[in-house]
């Protein structure tokens, strides 16, 4: 039972341009959401989070979109840096798990300069 | 290093062995999870402590599977009588509480080779 979906493998924009990497859940119990970017070898690194009270989070250049009625969140990376270039994973947590995260298969982001 | 610490960062054995896996995560953190990332899928949850509350261990997959975590620091994931079926990438993280917007801090990971 996936119940957090990241469909697209793979997205590959030009520097500059934004960059769209979308998540979708089944459990509307969750309360909160993350993503994180990961480099190869190396361990997951937290990027940003939104509550599900709120349909935005920004920081930088780094906005999630949240849309609880389609159960659909976004990251949008805007304007992509070549160093952006990773695979990202959403995740989801339920208030009462212990705050376990539930993770989608991942995206990997590929910045052309 | 002020970083999840996990040793070692490579471990290859043959199917039927025993391994552990070591993970020290940040200092002060009192919550630590494991998670495993087999090839091509995102992280899978496995086993989490929080402070002196029992573990939840819902997530290991079998009675092969189990962990400790001493003095609420150092955890140990032990996998006894491996199967090829366990490789994969095995990572730790910490945090200061449990509970959201508790942001969990990851080790770069054991990657696990069962021959």
Not at chain 1, 11 to 35: A, P
Not at chain 1, 62 to 79: C, D, G, Q, Y
Not at chain 2, 28 to 50: D, K, M, N, V
Not at chain 2, 63 to 86: C, H, K, M, P, Y
Request: charged residues 20%.
């Amino acid at each position: 039972d996936q119940q957090v979906k990241q469909n697209s493998p793979s997205l590959s924009v030009q520097e500059g341009r934004i960059s769209i990497l979308n998540c979708d859940y089944t459990n509307s119990m969750f309360d909160y959401f993350l993503w994180y970017k990961k480099y190869p070898a190396e361990g997951p690194t937290f990027l940003i989070s939104i509550s599900s009270i709120k349909d935005k989070n920004e920081d930088g250049r780094f906005t999630v979109f949240l849309n609880k009625s389609a159960k659909h969140l976004s990251l949008h990376i805007v304007p992509s840096q070549p160093g952006d270039s990773a695979v990202y994973f959403c995740a989801a947590q339920l208030g009462t798990s212990g705050s376990r995260l539930t993770f989608g298969e991942g995206t990997q982001l590929t910045v052309n300069p | 290093g002020a970083g999840v610490s996990q040793s070692p960062s490579n471990k290859v054995t043959e199917k039927g062995k025993d391994v552990e896996l070591r993970c020290d995560p940040i200092s002060g953190h009192t919550a630590l999870y494991w998670y495993r990332q087999s090839l091509g899928q995102g992280l899978e949850f496995l086993i989490y402590f929080q402070g002196n509350s029992a573990p939840d261990k819902s997530g290991l997959p079998s009675d092969r599977f189990s962990a400790e975590r001493t003095g609420g620091s150092v955890s140990t994931l032990t996998i006894q009588r491996t199967q090829q079926e366990d490789s994969a990438v095995y990572l730790c993280a910490s945090s200061v509480a449990t509970g959201a917007n508790q942001p969990q801090h990851f080790g770069d990971g054991t990657r696990l080779s069962i021959l």
